[in-house]
């Protein structure tokens, strides 16, 4: 069934190479890459190979340059992977692998090498990710950060992984969640914190987390752009992300967050970080979907971003 598979995805393949496409770039840092996660059309186009050829296929033609695969619990085959390798490679599509397994849960390392197996089958930027802070907050609505126990943990899990990552080349990074972004000495432990007491794992900053409702501690904009502006290479990647007021839901197509996209993407420039990615809310139909990254890149061009 597979060799059906291999067949599908490469006379697609070969049906785009050739095509004239002009990518999509940023007006002052040409040097940027546009990009979208595909938990934007988790919904309605559930992962498998051909589906994932499709929105590979849909980048492709519409001039980004990388996307962001995201399998929660990296269930694609090493074949399903080497498949889709070779249609983003033709089509020169970058896929940075999205694991959704909070480094605290149980099960996580099996998980995280999986990913990172599969990671390595793409040619590039190699890059994977994981999520922090999940299940260690669903059961206490009072919760703020990690506790130093949790923290400590996290920080030597994280930064194991990082190092296992780097040895094979691949960057391991993490995405800000329900934490909050900074912490409050002894009594909790966020987001700052573990950049500060990690060495090696890399941020993929979403713009809108920090704001969000599930937040929990909405943070200062301006705290969070100036704590952003000395990172340097240890921010990767991003995700623009609107959250239309403080403590609101995420948005379906993109439009400005507490934390503007134009302060964001100057952040980004100044200090080199290459990868800014689409995160809008899913919804339940495909052709939707595509519309909502149209409007969202017509956004980006409206206010002067994109070209």
Not at 52 to 74: K, N, P, V
Not at 199 to 224: A, I
Not at 270 to 284: G, I, S
């Amino acid at each position: 069934m597979i060799s059906a598979v291999f067949i599908l995805v490469l006379l697609i393949s070969f049906s785009c190479r050739d095509q004239k496409v002009k990518k999509l770039v940023f007006k002052d840092y040409p040097e940027m890459k546009i990009g979208f996660t595909t938990q934007n059309f988790q919904r309605a186009m559930p992962n498998n190979i051909e589906n994932l050829t499709e929105i590979i296929e849909y980048a492709f033609r519409e001039g980004y340059h990388f996307i962001e695969l995201r399998d929660d619990y990296a269930l694609l085959t090493a074949e399903e992977c080497k498949a889709l390798a070779e249609v983003a490679g033709k089509m020169k599509i970058e896929v940075i692998y999205e694991i959704q397994k909070n480094p605290l849960d149980d099960g996580y390392f099996e998980v995280f090498h999986k990913g990172l197996a599969n990671t390595l089958h793409f040619s590039g930027p190699g890059i994977l990710r994981a999520m922090v802070a999940n299940s260690e907050f669903v059961a206490d609505l009072s919760k703020k950060g990690w506790t130093r126990l949790e923290f400590e943990k996290l920080a030597r899990i994280t930064d194991s992984c990082a190092l296992i990552a780097q040895e094979k080349g691949i960057r391991f990074i993490v995405e800000n969640f329900d934490e909050s972004f900074f912490g409050e000495g002894i009594n909790y432990f966020g987001l700052s914190d573990l950049l500060d007491n990690t060495e090696y794992v890399g941020l993929q900053f979403d713009t809108g987390n920090p704001f969000r409702k599930t937040s929990r501690e909405k943070s200062d904009p301006e705290k969070v752009s100036e704590y952003l502006s000395g990172l340097g290479n240890r921010w990767v990647s991003s995700h623009l992300k609107t959250i239309v007021e403080m403590g609101g839901d995420a948005q379906p197509v993109l439009t400005d967050s507490p934390l503007s996209v134009r302060d964001v993407i100057a952040l980004m420039g100044e200090q080199d970080v290459l990868y800014a990615a689409l995160e809008l809310a899913a919804v339940n139909d495909k052709q939707k979907c595509f519309e909502n990254h149209k409007i969202s890149i017509q956004f980006l061009k409206d206010i002067g971003v994109l070209e």
